[in-house]
């Protein structure tokens, strides 16, 4: 008898530091970061609350700055 769960993969997200991130997380961005399509630059040391994450361990979605729907990548990001 087979489970639904045994064909689910587990999606580790873990910021630049190796410290393993959860829906609901806060995160400091450790560099400035462009965001495509507007003029606006996210500043480093900018903190971010309430992260959301993806199906991918590389990318969380946030709201920032007035800004909903933010893609960012873990490899800018640190746990707050």
Do not use: P, Q
Request: charged share 35%; aromatic share 2%.
């Amino acid at each position: 008898m087979e489970t639904e769960n045994e064909d689910e993969e587990v999606v580790i997200t873990k910021d630049a530091h190796g410290n393993v991130l959860a829906n609901g997380d806060n995160i400091i961005i450790i560099k400035d970061l462009k965001v495509k399509g507007t003029s606006v630059t996210l500043k480093g040391g900018t903190k971010i609350k309430n992260i959301r994450l993806t199906d991918d361990e590389e990318l969380i979605e946030c709201n920032a700055d007035g800004m909903k729907g933010l893609v960012l990548r873990t490899e800018f990001l640190k746990k707050a």
